[in-house]
């Protein structure tokens, strides 16, 4: 499996105290060291940072650390390799372009007979995982339905919703995806989230020995939420999604939310 | 205008040596400050580095001079803005994926009236450069051309040398494009490459007090290719390349070439 990490935020901020916490489970607290990646929106523009080696041990998840980029949606990811060889082009976050912006793509989960079930015909796959195939799948269904005009983002991420869900069929799909203006997140099984905002607290991560205090680094205006397949810190409460639940954050806010037929217990 | 750095490889190669030269040209030696970014392919999957900051002044370009990452096709560039604002969406490369390849492309010069002459359809731009305008443009002939099917190398880069000759009817329009397998250059005015293999030599950069003896860093089958706007050593000879000129580099080796109509001197 994998572990994921978003970040929605109302002001430009780093999330170099959540990514330290989450680089230790990529060969160190935990087993998923098979490449990392991490991606930054700054306005319309993103970046990436990638590596196939375990996170524990890289030199540029070290960078990361250090580097305080600051944006207002962040996707990071974790690989444990379950289909798929370890390789840059199977690394998570998959980025790729419609409607004059990035899409940003990262999952947790496996899913069966994907090749299969899924066809696609516009947005050929370059790696081997299920995941970025049911990522061009994804795409090729919104290119189906919306061809050159974006819809109203209610319009959008319902249907991206239902296409989650259907996907989910297929396994366990939980999902993080942006398009720097919204981020959204599909709970399978395996997604908690944490909205800070004044009065900041103190945080203790779980995976380091480290504590922030969000007084010192914030403003009253601040609205920061962090998503992760599991708590980064043992000391706030997070909120625990419920399989088949979506929800859709901008600037730090929910701005939509749904739960759509979950998958009857296997 | 900006400067621009290639490598096409036979074996994975880093690009520290020439990296290390171009970076000073990044706010140091050279007035190209206004950021800078890098594409490493490694096998079908590639990763970037981009910073808007100069890349003199860059931790992360610090990193990628210290930290080799190997690889058979490299493109880098440096901004120095003069269309579009300095921001991370108009910092170089562009990458877009087409027939399941990641296409990276860079461009120096500048171009005229592109939004007018040059209508774009499918792919939208995200910034607001002439130079991803145009990529857009290139992509969007290459879907109406061949559409799902990528063609012969021989078609495919003929028909883009066609285009870019179209493009730089605009202005000045050298331009470095890779889909990881082939590295295709064209000289508006201002391109220079080198091929080195046995017996390797030494070569001194001229932007940093730097030499290197290519023979203890290789074997006898090494072939390595660099490209760049401007030549980076000053004891090699670089070959210049002529107005309307491209050609087609794989694994250090060109494999095609040819001379496009000239613009008359203007």
């Known amino acids: ?11 430009p901020t780093d999330i170099c105290f959540s990514f330290t916490g989450l680089m230790q489970r990529g060969g160190n607290t935990g087993p998923h060291k098979d490449g990392w990646g991490i991606t930054f929106y700054e306005g319309k523009g993103c970046r990436s940072f990638k590596d196939p080696l375990p996170s524990a041990e890289s030199p540029i998840a070290t ?3 250090e580097y305080p980029i600051k944006s207002e949606a962040v996707i990071c990811h974790i690989r444990q390799a379950n289909s798929g060889a370890v390789c840059l082009e199977n690394t998570h976050p998959f980025i790729r372009q419609m409607w004059g912006k990035n899409w940003t793509y ?5 899913l069966k ?6 066809s696609i015909k516009y947005h050929i796959p370059i790696g081997t995982t299920d995941s970025e195939h049911a990522f061009c799948w994804l795409l090729d269904q ?3 339905k919306f061809a050159q005009q974006q819809p109203s983002n209610d319009e959008l991420f319902t249907f991206i919703a239902q296409l989650s869900e259907q996907i989910n069929r297929l396994g366990v799909f939980n999902l993080i995806l942006s398009n720097g203006d919204c981020l959204f997140a599909f709970c399978s099984n395996n997604l908690h989230w944490i909205t800070r905002r004044a009065p900041f607290g103190e945080a203790s991560l779980i995976d380091a020995e480290m504590m922030v205090d969000f007084h010192k680094e914030t403003t009253d205006k601040d609205v920061v939420t962090v998503i992760a397949t599991q708590p ?10 419920l399989p088949g639940q ?4 901008s600037l730090g806010e929910v701005i939509a939310s749904g739960q759509t037929r979950t998958k009857s217990p296997s």
């Open 142 to 144: 919104l290119h189906l």
């Open 113 to 118: 007979d994907v090749h299969q079930q899924l």
């Open 1 to 11: 499996m994998c572990e994921l990490l978003a970040m929605s935020a109302n002001v």
């Open 246 to 249: 979506w929800q859709l954050f």
């Open 232 to 241: 980064l810190t043992d000391d706030e409460t997070w909120q625990k999604m």
């Open 106 to 110: 990262a999952h947790n989960g496996q």
């Open 63 to 65: 960078l990361v650390t």
